[in-house]
Every structure is written in structure tokens, then in C-alpha cells.
Antibody
Framework: EVQLQQSGPELQRPGASVKLSCKAS????????MYWVKQRPKQGLELIGR????????DYVEKFKNKATLTADTSSNTAYMQLSSLTSEDTATYFC?????????WGQGALVTVSS | DIVMTQSPTSMSISVGDRVTMNCKAS??????VDWYQQKTGQSPKLLIY???NRYTGVPDRFTGSGSGTDFTFTISNMQAEDLVVYYC?????????FGGGTKLELK
């Protein structure tokens, strides 16, 4: 069974950084891109980017290029997303997701709250 | 990037109704549109992929259609648990882009 288990909620101060994790199981980790999606409170879904765990290559949506850094650890089948220079605009739930024909598999989401 | 415009943004619905919502792509995306359901506090759930293919285990009251730039998602015989938010998404090439969502509320 494919599972994507994300790390827990985070409360961070403005200006700080946070690193979220997404541990994959039930499939060959290096054979599928891992995607990250942002959802602000009561708002829609935004793609942040994706990583190819096989070689670590990344693609970012333009608006997140200086905000998010995606990495992957093949030894632990875990994908990571670091968000830097946090502001209130980064308060959101962040999902990891894996495509087959579509985004059939999602993590449970990790809420990041940025507040002083 | 291709923009996906979903309409309406919200609908007031009664249980048992037939509901139709739309998604318009700013460019031709072929049949590469997926539909997702999201309940409050949960991750999105895939319902329809490639415009009209029902994902495994999805009830047949959910259907999708369309190609090119215009797509439709229909729920026949609305159930109470269907009163949540639905998103379309362009899926044929990176970056995948989502519509703004349609929220179904009880009339």
C-alpha cells in the first residue's frame, strides 16, 4: 500500500526556516517524482514544485523559487521541503503527493503557522 | 503557464440534486484534466483522471467529460457527504495547475 507520511505541525517565527518531511512507503521511491502543494487557510491548491528522487533534480514554480528547497534521501525514502524567510504568507498546509496517471496519493498535510 | 478557471465558485445544493460544475483551460490541454474532492481538514482525493476516467473505488454518481479547453464535472444524486470542495487540475505537463475550486453547500 502506497503511503506518504508527513511530519507534524510547525509554529515558526517570521524570518525563520522550516524543513518538512514526507516519508514514502509501499513503492519504489526513486521511480516517481514527489510533488509539493501549498494550501493557505480556506484557499485553493498551488503547486510548489517537484523532485526526482533518483537524481535529485528539481523543478519549481516561479513564485516559489526563492522560497522552497526540495531534497530527497533515498536511504530513508524521504522527501523534504525547506521553506526559508518565513512570513505570514507562508502560513498554510503543505502536502506532498505522488502521480500515477494523476495525483492519486497524498500525504496528510503539514500545517505551518508563522506568527510572532 | 496554463490557467484553469473553475465555475461557479460555490453552489447551494439539495441532497438528491444533479450538480454540474465547469473548468476552462486557457489553452488546449487535450483530455488532460483531473478532478479532486477535498473534505475539510483532509488531503485532496482523486475522483476523475484524464477528463472522464473514474478512479478506483469512486462511485459512479461522479462523472467527468470534456476536451480541449472546456471540461465538466457532474455529480448525480447528490449525497450529504458530497457537500465539500472540488478542484480541477491540468495534468498533461508540468507545471500542473489547479482551478480555484467549487464549494458545494446545502441549500
Amino acid at each position: 500500500e502506497v503511503q506518504l507520511q508527513q511530519s507534524g505541525p510547525e509554529l515558526q517565527r517570521p524570518g525563520a526556516s522550516v524543513k518538512l518531511s514526507c516519508k514514502a512507503s509501499g513503492y519504489p521511491f526513486t521511480e516517481y517524482y514527489m510533488y509539493w502543494v501549498k494550501q493557505r487557510p480556506k484557499q485553493g491548491l498551488e503547486l510548489i514544485g517537484r523532485i526526482d528522487p533518483e537524481d535529485g533534480s528539481t523543478d519549481y514554480v516561479e513564485k516559489f523559487k526563492n522560497k522552497a528547497t526540495l531534497t530527497a534521501d533515498t536511504s530513508s525514502n524521504t522527501a523534504y521541503m525547506q521553506l526559508s524567510s518565513l512570513t505570514s504568507e507562508d502560513t498554510a498546509t503543505y502536502f506532498c503527493a505522488r502521480r500515477v496517471a494523476a495525483f492519486a496519493y497524498w500525504g496528510q498535510g503539514a500545517l505551518v503557522t508563522v506568527s510572532s | 503557464d496554463i490557467v484553469m478557471t473553475q465555475s461557479p465558485t460555490s453552489m447551494s445544493i439539495s441532497v438528491g440534486d444533479r450538480v454540474t460544475m465547469n473548468c476552462k483551460a486557457s489553452q488546449n490541454v487535450g483530455s488532460n484534466v483531473d478532478w479532486y474532492q477535498q473534505k475539510t481538514g483532509q488531503s485532496p482525493k482523486l475522483l476523475i483522471y484524464k477528463a472522464s476516467n473514474r478512479y478506483t473505488g469512486v462511485p459512479d454518481r461522479f462523472t467527468g467529460s470534456g476536451s480541449g479547453t472546456d471540461f465538466t464535472f457532474t455529480i448525480s444524486n447528490m449525497q450529504a457527504e458530497d457537500l465539500v470542495v472540488y478542484y480541477c487540475m491540468k495534468s498533461n505537463s508540468y507545471p500542473n495547475t489547479f482551478g480555484g475550486g467549487t464549494k458545494l453547500e446545502l441549500k
